[in-house]
């Protein structure tokens, strides 16, 4: 939560999108369909609460549901950015298991974030993968192993900003990035996903 999370403006489109798919969807419903998952240490789901009933139905009427989406993301956007942290550290591919076994199979996940595990099986920081390649050959493989070629079958993960950090981080090489998204996108094809990277620079 350092910088405080914010829904990347991309991301927001397209949960926008996703609610005008669902037109005539009752809140409850909506919510339900969708899932955000914190890539802390532990991974873990950020509940969504509708208790205070700001969040809107999804009407049928075009200009209506727009208006609705957008108060909706205001809403989210609230939410997720007072969420204090449950753990330390950062563990995106088991954040991505996670948010997998949350949602619909074929789902799209959105992953927002650097990719900089410090934990887990894809560990940047101990295990020397951004300057090994048979480190990274290795991990893979033992992934794919683990968890089979099926698992992430008809998934597609999207990637916003993988390799990009922010302060206290110090920004990586560019070989250094490539190395990361190389190494994400070959684990994602090898447990069956479609791995999408969106490598614009972002900051935050």
Same mark, same amino acid.
């Given at each position: 939560n350092t910088p405080a999370v914010r829904l990347d403006p991309n991301i @927001?489109?397209?949960l926008v999108e996703t609610m005008l798919l669902h037109k005539g969807a009752d809140v409850d419903e909506l919510l339900s369909g969708l899932v955000f998952v914190s890539a802390v240490g532990v991974p873990t789901v950020i509940p969504i609460s509708n208790d205070d009933e700001r969040f809107k139905d999804i009407g $049928? *009427? $075009? /200009? *209506?549901a727009e208006r609705a989406a957008q108060k909706n993301i205001v809403q989210l956007q609230k939410q997720i950015s007072n969420v204090a942290p449950t753990d330390n550290g950062a563990d995106y591919f088991e954040a991505i298991l996670l948010a997998s076994q949350n949602v619909e199979p074929g789902s799209n996940l959105l992953v927002l974030g650097s990719g900089l595990s410090d934990t887990g099986e894809l560990n940047f920081a101990h295990n020397n993968l951004l300057m090994d390649e048979e480190? $990274? @050959? /290795?991990?893979?493989e033992e992934i794919r192993e683990e968890y089979g070629a099926g698992y992430l079958r008809g998934f597609t993960v999207t990637?916003?900003?993988l390799g990009d950090t922010v302060a206290p981080q110090a920004p990586l090489e560019a070989k250094q990035k490539e190395v990361i998204r190389e190494t994400y996108s070959k684990v994602i094809s090898s447990l069956g996903g479609r791995p999408v990277l969106v490598s614009k620079t972002r900051t935050g």
């Open positions: @927001s489109d397209q $049928r *009427n $075009r /200009l *209506n480190e $990274r @050959s /290795l991990a893979v990637f916003y900003g």
